[in-house]
């Protein structure tokens, strides 16, 4: 059986349910799969050639770059391995939770030419952990409060 391998590959990313995007040294996004559409409201045709600050919320975008920059002058992320948690814009101007990966991507004279991201949506999840965190921190201080004021149980 033959099968031609890019063809594969291609089916995969654009038939990913996580969003699956590549932006260049600069940030520019140039690769954006049906699972970032959904993600993230913008069409593959409206966020090609717009700049990663389509997704990312104002107040991290200084940070954002700063990292981005470094990574791409270096060659090196510690998020290659790790799964990131960060906030991060939907076309509505809601924010959502994503995780996600990166792989740093490289011509054949092995320089940077840009990162991709695969991405999940994990709002949800996070927010029922600070519903969580809140509901423990309320009983937490409701049993000290009994404790301090002599009561037991």
């Known amino acids: 059986m033959m099968f031609d391998p890019e063809s594969i590959y291609l089916q995969i990313v ?3 349910q996580d969003a699956i995007l590549f932006a260049d040294r ?3 996004i140039t690769l954006w799969n049906k699972g970032a559409e959904d993600l993230f409201g913008y ?3 409206e966020a090609k050639g717009h700049r990663l600050d389509l997704i990312i919320p104002e107040k991290l975008r200084e940070r954002h770059w700063e990292g ?3 990574v791409m002058e270096t060659g090196e992320s510690r998020y290659g391995k790790e799964l990131l948690s960060v906030p991060a814009l939907h076309k509505d101007g809601r924010r959502i939770s994503v995780e996600f990966t990166i792989i740093l991507i490289r011509n054949n004279q092995n320089e940077m030419v840009g990162a991709a991201a695969i991405m999940r949506d994990v709002t ?3 927010q029922e952990e600070k519903a969580l965190r809140e ?3 309320v009983l937490e201080t409701q049993v000290k409060s009994r ?3 002599g009561h037991s149980d």
Do not use: F, K, P, V
Request: hydrophobic letters at 20%; zero cysteines.
């Open 124 to 126: 949800q999840r996070w």
């Open 68 to 70: 981005y920059r470094t």
């Open 43 to 45: 069409t593959a045709l």
């Open 135 to 137: 509901r423990i921190r």
């Open 26 to 28: 600069d940030g520019t």
């Open 14 to 16: 654009e038939g990913s």
């Open 147 to 149: 404790t301090e004021n």
